[in-house]
């Protein structure tokens, strides 16, 4: 005997100026899971609002499932048993990317320059995950700062070194990348990373506070803490590394 077909009802705006992507991504997911849609457009502001009183609801688009109301994009995704995202969550994944795209991108580097992944892929690591996270830092300098005054130790006797410090990042790990200037970079890593390092572990491990880290801008959720201690301490790993080398040369 075949499966009786499964089918479902979504409300979604679809108006000369602007098609929700919350309802192209409902009616995608719908159709992902199977599901025959009756896919019904609100054309109008009017048509809209007139719906949403007549059902109670907020927003559009809005799914219906055998006759009872699921609810928008969000609850489809709940009703289908995947992971939504709280508003204000913490989550690890923004740092986690940035250390993922800058390992791949340093294995092809070194692969590249050497023929194969060697030695040199650690600092080359480090050095590109310093640019990529002081890029995220130069989206928004005012929010990075603010968010950063809440456990730099420096920043917090000199507020202008919230400003400072993405640049001081950025040109650190342009000049390791590149392998000149160790005089400057190392120095720089150094400075920045080991005062990171000791504000993080004031802020987390002795003081106990609960905040936010500003080390993938001042737009994100991730909590300060173990990763934030660890970016720091490579960089000061890194310029440790560095003066060696620089030393053992002379």
């Known amino acids: 005997m075949a499966a009786a077909e499964k089918t479902a009802t979504l409300y979604r705006m679809v108006m000369p100026d602007h098609v929700c992507p919350y309802g192209r991504k409902s009616l995608w997911l719908l159709k992902r899971k199977g599901y025959s849609v009756d896919d ?12 949403k009183a007549e059902h109670g ?3 559009t688009p809005q799914t219906f499932i055998d ?7 969000d609850d489809l995704r709940r009703f289908f048993g995947q992971t939504v995202p709280e508003p204000g969550a913490a989550s690890y994944v923004p740092v986690i990317a940035v250390f993922a795209v800058a390992a791949l991108i340093a294995a092809v580097v070194v692969w590249w320059r050497e023929g194969w992944v060697a030695a040199s892929f650690p600092p080359t690591f480090i050095a590109l995950s310093m640019c990529l996270l002081a890029m995220l830092k130069l989206q928004d300098v005012e929010k990075f700062s603010t968010m950063f005054l809440n456990y730099d130790l420096l920043a917090q006797r000199w507020p202008g070194y919230g400003y400072v410090y993405p640049f001081a ?7 390791m990348l590149a392998g000149v200037l160790t005089w400057l970079s190392a120095p720089v890593a150094l400075v920045i990373g080991g005062i990171g390092a000791v504000s993080v572990f004031k802020a987390v ?3 106990k506070r609960q905040l936010k880290c500003a080390c993938v801008g001042g737009s994100t959720n991730v909590p300060l803490g173990f990763v934030s201690l660890t970016e720091n301490l490579m960089m000061v790993a890194m310029a440790v ?10």
């Open 40 to 51: 019904r457009h609100l054309t109008t502001r009017a048509e809209t609002d007139a719906f």
């Open 57 to 59: 609801v907020k927003t």
């Open 67 to 73: 006759g009872e109301r699921i609810g928008g994009h």
């Open 169 to 175: 990042e950025l040109g650190a790990g342009v000049l």
């Open 205 to 207: 491990y002795i003081d």
């Open 241 to 250: 590394w560095m003066l060696a080398m620089a030393m053992h040369a002379v």
